[in-house]
């Protein structure tokens, strides 16, 4: 059990970049971007390809973020000046970023097996497993990702991109450019995004060219899942729950993977987190159904 819980931990802590990029789009910019599936093997594509081709990691993970700001600042572009709504933008760019995708790799995988990775000097220092190393790495960059994001939206610039996802009329009311900011958060959102794919592809020692399939999924339920566990808490808070409810989701999906009861294949696994996605988007209209009853049953109660 407790393998299970360190490797669910490792997977959350990196998988939580990716959810906070999903953050950006869905929660600040209230867009569901679909991109992400493919900016996050992107990020891998990357770094990988670097990496093998003698990159120090650093700058091969550095690249993938650029590489992921990019690709957001086109689906921003996209949706901003072209007037294609959220939801075609991100399937215009998901489509279009398989070929590119291709293209960087050169073939549909990379292994990065022996590679010098982000991760091998501490793992070869510490000789603790490859778990312990990743964890402390990548906490170590969320906690980074968080300072970073939480001081950046308070400042004006920070605080006109969340207005425009809470009123687009009213900031554009009041002088604020919501096309630049929408951009603006695409931009950072997919680059999170990248880092993420490339924090996974080192991780696991291979990039490959479907590894994006699901993103958007796990995204949004370990959002939910943070929301919904800790709910209405100041922004970096909220930010910080992201980290908790990845590492929730991950441990949910490798128990059901690990139970002895019935036999599961890999490929089940888009199902089941499917279904979990489905369960957790319910969670919060559930907790208002339970909270209505209790009250029409205090209010009875009463008379």
Known sequence: MLDIIISSLAQGVVWAIMAIGVFITYRLLNIADMSAEAVFPLGGAVSAIMITNGANPLVATAFAIVAGGLAGMVAGLIHTKMKIPPLLTGILVLTGLYTVNMHVMGRPNIALIGANTIFKGMTDYLALGRNIPVIIIALIIVALIILI?????????????????????????????????????????????????????????????????????????????????????????????????????????????????????????????????GLVLFLPEMKKQFAKRRRNGQLTGGK
């Open 149 to 277: 994001l939480n001081a950046f939206l308070h400042t004006e610039i920070g605080l006109a991109l969340r207005s425009t996802g809470d009123n687009e009329q009213m900031s554009q009311a009041n002088g604020i450019n919501t096309d630049r900011m929408k951009i603006l958060g695409y931009m950072i959102g997919n680059g999170l995004i990248a880092l993420a794919g490339s924090l996974v592809a080192q991780k696991d020692g291979f990039a490959d060219i479907g590894m994006g399939t699901g993103t958007i999924v796990i995204g949004m339920s370990s959002l939910i899942i943070a929301e919904v566990i800790i709910p209405n808490q100041p922004l970096g808070i909220r930010l910080s729950t992201i980290v908790m409810g990845s590492f929730i989701y991950r441990i949910i999906i490798d128990l059901i993977l690990n139970q002895k009861y019935f036999k599961v294949e890999p490929y089940d696994i888009k199902l089941f987190s499917a279904v979990l996605l």
